[in-house]
């Protein structure tokens, strides 16, 4: 009886910590490091595969080689990401995980691919629009201004659709496409804190990567080119901490301490 009250005690704190502090603590030092070496691998290898095209034999079998490998490091290192901080019952089988991996970026890419769309369009919804504004609000309200806010709506949009995606992603590569997992998922849609994360990372990496490419020193070319890759080097760190903050976090609100748990209680 002690026991029982015990972990009920236990489970009671584990889940009304801050997600903040739980998204932490879901990431360990190991998982964090693979996900920075796997994917700067991959980056590299993206970055060699045109390198290798070319008419002959060598170079096209080099080339289909990189192809495959860039596919299979991708698809492992999300697929062992995801089942290493979404303990199932029964894991899902490797390659039906690599499957769903898949799945999720493709219909990912298919978002992002509607919303670049739609900002290549910015421009003109922007003159339509102030064309059909009232002419006292037309003066208030620059073309300028018009088109700065679509863009931060599209930028919104992305990070929105990529908070929209991942829980479903995690807990189905975790332990299979099925109703239960799709439920066990939509409370996380329910956490305001999660979207505000989704917002604040997704921003936050995109301007701390637009900072690293735009900025110069105005130094010798070698000493640019040094300061340039450091640049790029910290850029990508800031990147890969924040996407392994949002894993940690999608993390915790699918623990144990949330099963079955329907009432919104915290953030």
């Known amino acids: 009886m002690n026991d029982a009250a015990s972990d009920a005690a236990s489970m009671d704190k ?69 089942r290493k901080l979404r303990k199932a019952a029964r894991p899902l089988p490797l390659p039906a995980a690599f499957l769903l991996v898949a799945l999720w970026t493709g219909v990912w890419l298919l978002l992002l691919l509607v919303v670049g769309v739609a900002e290549d ?14 002419p006292l609000l037309r003066h208030a309200v620059s073309f300028h201004r018009l088109v700065a806010w679509q863009r931060w709506m599209y930028g919104a949009a992305r990070w929105l659709f990529a908070g929209l995606l991942l829980p479903d992603a995690m807990e189905t590569v975790a332990s299979g496409a099925h109703p239960d997992a799709f439920a066990r998922a939509s409370h996380i849609y329910r956490r305001w804190f999660y979207w505000l994360a989704a917002l604040v990372c997704g921003f936050g990496g995109s301007a701390v990567t637009e900072a690293a490419m735009g900025w110069r020193s105005g ?3 070698g000493d640019e080119a040094v300061r340039a890759w450091m ?30 748990r329907t009432a919104i209680t915290g953030p």
Request: charged residues 10%; contains cysteine; hydrophobic residues 55%.
């Open 14 to 82: 584990r889940g009304s910590s801050h997600p903040l502090l739980g998204a932490l603590a879901q990431l360990k030092l190991p998982l964090v490091g693979l996900q920075w070496v796997g994917n700067l691998a991959w980056i590299l290898l993206a970055l060699a595969w045109p390198r290798l095209l070319g008419p002959h034999f060598r170079q096209i079998l080099a080339a289909t080689l990189c192809a495959l490998s860039l596919a299979f490091l991708f698809l492992w290192l999300q697929a062992y990401t995801l």
């Open 121 to 134: 369009r910015a421009g003109l919804f922007a003159g339509s629009l102030r064309y059909k504004l009232p």
């Open 219 to 221: 130094n010798g070319l």
């Open 231 to 260: 640049r790029l080097g910290g850029a990508y760190t800031v990147d890969l901490l924040l996407w392994c903050f949002m894993l940690g976090l999608v993390a915790f609100y699918l623990g144990e301490e949330f099963a079955g």
